[in-house]
C-alpha cells in the first residue's frame, strides 16, 4: 500500500468545479488586519487568499457526496438518510448507541453536561480547544499527560502523539475515584498533529478497563490516525485501513467525532458509546439542544453526505496522497530554514514559533506573530497554537492546516514562498498584547494590538 515510485505528488482526483480566490494587495491585507484586531479568526473570506487557518468543514466534497445530499430524507424522525448513516458509523466503529449533532463540539458538550461536573476529571494525551472548554465550563478538571518528548518540536519520534503511561498509572492510581473518563484525542493536534500508536491505545484501553473507569477517544482524525499506525507501525503495514480504524474504536467504550475532519463534510459530528445508560442520559440531552436522535441537528442530505464522506477517507490513495502533501509542506520550509514540528502529521505544518522568533516573549504570543506576518506577507491565514490559545502553553506554535482536497501542490508551493519572505524579515517582527478577551476559548473572538 506504501509503494509508489515516483516523487511527483499528484492530486488522485480530478477537479469539477472551480472558485475564484481573492488577491489583494499588501496595503489591503495591512487594512484588513487592522479592521480584524490583528485576529485571523476575524478576517473576512474575501480578504484570504489561501486560507489555512483549519481543516473543519473546509474540505472539497466528492462526486459521490454531492449526488448523496440529492437523496436526503428530511423526514423529522426515522428518516432513511439516518438508517444509512448509523449503518456507516456502526460499521466503522462497532459502537451500539450513535447519535447525529451539528458538529464535534455539541458531542463534546452532551458528554460534559451529562457525565461530568465538579469534582471530576478528565485525562486527555492534550485536550484540543473545545474539549476542555466544555470540559472546564463543567466544573471538572482537564489534564494533559502527553509523552514527554511530544514537547520537543524537533524529536523525530514516530508517535509524538502517545500518552504518558507512567501519569496515567500514577492518576489512576492516586485519583481513581475522582477520574470520569480517560481520552485519547486522535491524532494529537495540540502537539503538532502527532499521530498516537495502536501500542499506545491498546495499553490505555487495558489500564482504564482494569479499572473500571471508561475510555473514550476524540476520533475528529481517525482516519490520518489510521494512516500512520499503517505507515509507521511494524506489524500494521498489511492491515487494511478500515480494520485498523475499527479496531482502534474496538478498544473504547465511546468517541466524540467532528464529522467536518475526516467524515469530510461541511457539517456534521457524532456521539457513539457502548453504555446504554449513558446513551439514554446523551439522548435527553441531544433532544433538548441538538434535536430528535435520529437527526441531531443537521439535515438528511448532511447525513448522507457524512456517511460517503467517512467512507472516503479511509481510501488509501486520498490517505497517501494527504501525508505526502503535508510532508512536502513541511520539508519545504525545513530546507529554508523554518523550524517546523517533526514528524510531519497528517493535517497540518506546525511552525515552531518560538525558536523562529527567540527574541519574542512567550507573553508576547510569538505564535501570533509569526501568524500576522504570514497573512501579511501573502494573504496566507493560519493559526496560533501557544500561549494565546491556550494560556500556559509550553509550545509556541503556528498551525497551517491543509483543507482535504482543495489545493493544489502549486498552492503549497506559493505557501512556502510567502513563509520564505516571512523567514527574511523575522528579527524585525514584534509580538502582542491582548486589547480585549472573552472569558473563554479567547483565541476566537479576541482583539489585539502590536507591541
Not at 1 to 19: G, S
Not at 249 to 267: E, P, V
Not at 331 to 353: E, S, T, W, Y
Not at 419 to 435: H, K, N, P, T, W
Request: charged content about 25%; glycine content about 8%; overall charge neutral.
Amino acid at each position: 500500500m506504501n509503494d509508489w515510485p515516483f516523487r511527483t505528488i499528484i492530486e488522485p482526483f480530478r477537479i469539477k468545479a472551480v472558485e475564484a480566490i481573492p488577491i489583494l494587495s499588501r496595503a489591503e491585507r495591512l487594512a484588513a488586519l487592522e479592521r480584524a484586531g490583528h485576529n485571523l479568526f476575524k478576517l473576512p473570506a474575501e480578504a484570504v487568499t489561501v486560507d489555512l487557518l483549519t481543516d473543519s468543514g473546509t474540505g472539497a466534497m466528492s462526486a459521490r457526496q454531492w449526488a448523496a445530499l440529492m437523496i436526503g430524507d428530511e423526514s423529522y424522525a426515522g428518516s432513511r438518510s439516518f438508517v444509512r448513516f448509523e449503518e456507516t458509523v456502526r460499521r466503522l466503529s462497532g459502537m451500539a448507541h450513535i447519535f447525529p449533532v451539528h458538529q464535534g463540539r455539541a458531542a463534546e458538550r452532551i458528554v460534559a453536561r451529562t457525565v461530568l461536573g465538579p469534582g471530576r476529571e478528565v485525562l486527555n494525551n492534550t485536550h484540543f480547544d473545545t474539549t476542555r472548554a466544555n470540559v472546564e465550563q463543567s466544573g471538572a478538571v482537564a489534564t494533559d499527560i502527553p509523552v514527554a518528548h511530544a514537547g520537543d518540536p524537533a524529536n523525530r519520534s514516530a508517535f509524538k502523539g502517545d500518552m504518558d503511561l507512567a501519569a496515567l498509572d500514577k492518576a489512576l492510581a492516586e485519583r481513581r475515584d475522582k477520574i470520569a473518563i480517560v481520552m485519547l484525542t486522535l491524532t494529537n493536534n495540540a502537539v503538532g498533529g502527532q499521530p498516537v500508536s495502536m501500542a499506545n491505545i491498546e495499553a490505555v484501553s487495558r489500564r482504564c478497563r482494569a479499572v473500571g473507569i471508561p475510555f473514550w477517544i476524540d476520533a475528529a482524525r481517525f482516519a490520518e490516525n489510521a494512516w500512520f499506525i499503517h505507515a509507521r507501525e511494524p506489524g500494521w503495514e498489511n492491515v487494511a485501513l478500515p480494520d485498523i480504524a475499527r479496531r482502534m474504536f474496538d478498544l473504547a467504550d465511546g468517541f466524540t467525532l467532528s464529522a467536518k475532519k475526516d467524515g469530510i463534510a461541511h457539517i456534521g459530528g457524532i456521539l457513539g458509546t457502548r453504555d446504554p445508560a449513558w446513551a439514554e442520559k446523551f439522548k435527553n440531552e441531544l433532544i433538548l439542544g441538538e434535536g430528535f436522535p435520529t437527526y441531531g441537528g443537521l439535515a438528511g442530505r448532511d447525513l448522507e453526505c457524512v456517511a460517503v464522506g467517512l467512507e472516503e477517507a479511509l481510501d488509501p490513495e486520498y490517505l497517501r496522497y494527504r501525508a505526502r502533501s503535508v510532508a512536502y509542506l513541511c520539508d519545504k520550509l525545513d530546507n529554508i530554514g523554518i523550524p517546523v514540528v517533526q514528524p510531519p502529521g497528517g493535517h497540518a505544518v506546525f511552525i515552531d514559533a518560538a525558536r523562529f522568533l527567540p527574541h519574542v516573549p512567550v507573553d508576547a504570543f510569538p505564535g501570533q506573530a509569526v501568524a500576522c506576518a504570514l497573512y501579511e506577507e501573502g494573504g496566507v491565514r493560519s493559526v496560533e497554537i501557544g500561549s494565546f490559545m491556550f494560556p500556559g502553553s509550553k509550545l509556541q506554535l503556528v498551525r497551517l492546516a491543509l483543507p482535504r482536497r482543495v489545493y493544489t501542490q502549486a498552492h503549497v508551493d506559493y505557501v512556502a514562498e510567502v513563509a520564505a519572505r516571512v523567514r527574511d524579515r523575522a528579527a524585525s517582527l514584534r509580538g502582542y498584547r491582548i486589547v480585549e478577551s472573552p472569558p473563554f476559548l479567547r483565541h476566537f473572538s479576541a482583539t489585539l494590538a502590536p507591541l
